[in-house]
């Protein structure tokens, strides 16, 4: 199950800092030029290394970035009917032309956030990536059939494997998911049915035939990799590793501009305090002290020196070796299971976080959807 750099801004010079940690990278072209990717992909990149472009056309009208500059783009988007087969023809056909151009080793098929998730709107993004796939065809770019999927709908389990049997008729063998959800950036899934729901589609897609790549991934890469997923993909950003209507919008707190210290033992993202919290009741776990980055960042908390970019280093360094990880289904039980434990040690103890979502009540959801996912799949 390998790892995928979600890129944003600023972000290309992770890709080779951390080398074969990770298969390879999603473009963004709402952060880069066209100019650009072609330079920062012929700077010294591990070799093999794939590059997916993803045309980002998801992205909303506040915030387009470099968007607009590349000839793909549409300058009708926002007038357009994007029902009509015509319209999309014309757009991937421009969309095929320039990732041959840039070279790509593969493309997702272009999409729009819905204003409703039903059949059509699948119907719709298949034909559209099966067209792409056709021009591309005698090419060597791989097309990756894209889906965003809203997760609240999939607490109807028989939504999920309606999404699933639609998406199965892709022409592609791979498949790009990105889980739409209304929660903020920082908290984690905690719908224990939603989550049931989106680990069947997973698992339906793969009995289907086709390879998943989860978009968008934070911690919550334990339960894809549960549920068979082929990959996942995160960044260093917050709105890289959720998906969200209101992801380009900058909250009072920085919007992910803070740092924080990612826990294993706990699952969860720590502010400062929060982590000094746990040094001083000691309360951190062995997991966490042996991480190669524990010392620097706590040289530099005491010293005032900042850490934001160790902390982005510290979790996409934890992402990627969880995922290279040979983790038993059993292992990733374990995992969870003792989280629920240190979490629970922690309301025993009286210790408070700063944050008032850190508070562990999604790993318990966690626990009981692994239990009930395991139930229907062996059904």
Not at 174 to 198: Q, T
Not at 280 to 299: A, L, T
Not at 326 to 354: H, M, P, Q, T, Y
Not at 355 to 366: I, L, M
Request: proline fraction near 3%.
């Amino acid at each position: 199950m390998p790892a995928y750099l979600q890129l944003g801004h600023h972000s290309f010079n992770l890709v080779k800092e951390f080398g074969s940690l990770f298969k390879g990278a999603i473009i963004s072209p709402v952060n880069s030029t066209h100019d650009e990717v072609i330079k920062h992909m012929n700077n010294n990149v591990p070799e093999g290394y794939e590059w997916i472009f993803d045309p980002q056309l998801y992205n909303p009208r506040s915030d387009r970035g470099k968007l607009t500059r590349w000839d793909y783009y549409p300058d009708n988007i926002d007038t357009a009917d994007l029902s009509s087969l015509q319209w999309w023809r014309s757009l991937v056909n421009k969309l095929a032309k320039r990732v041959e151009l840039i070279k790509q080793s593969a493309v997702c098929s272009p999409l729009i956030l819905p204003k409703r998730y039903d059949l059509k709107y699948y119907e719709l993004i298949v034909e559209v990536s099966n067209n792409l796939s056709s021009l591309l065809e005698d090419r060597s770019i791989d097309v990756v059939q894209s889906a965003i999927v809203n997760i609240h709908s999939l607490s109807d389990y028989e939504e999920s494997y309606r999404t699933a049997g639609m998406l199965s008729k892709t022409n592609s063998q791979r498949l790009y998911i990105i889980f739409d959800s209304n929660l903020h950036l920082k908290m984690p899934f905690a719908d224990s049915r939603e989550i049931v729901g989106a680990m069947l589609l997973i698992n339906s897609l793969i009995k289907s035939g086709l390879e998943v790549l989860v978009g968008y991934s934070s911690h919550d890469v334990i339960l894809w990799k549960y549920a068979g997923a082929d990959s996942c993909a995160s960044g260093k950003f917050f709105n890289l590793r959720r998906f969200t209507k209101s992801r380009f919008e900058t909250p009072p707190e920085g919007g992910g501009q803070i740092p924080y210290w990612f826990d294993e033992s706990l699952l969860t993202v720590l502010r400062t305090n929060d982590l000094l919290r746990l040094i001083r009741n000691d309360m951190i776990s062995d997991i966490s002290k042996n991480d190669q980055y524990y010392k620097e960042v706590r040289m530099k908390i005491e010293k005032g020196k900042p850490w934001l970019a160790t902390s982005w280093r510290q979790y996409l360094r934890w992402f990627a070796n969880f995922i290279n990880r040979r983790s038993s289904k059993v292992d990733i039980k374990k995992i969870i299971k003792n989280a629920d434990n240190k979490w629970e040690e922690i309301e025993e103890r009286g210790v408070l976080f700063d944050e008032r979502f850190n508070n562990g009540e999604w790993v318990r959801a966690w626990r009981i959807a692994i239990e009930e996912y395991d139930e229907m799949v062996m059904e």
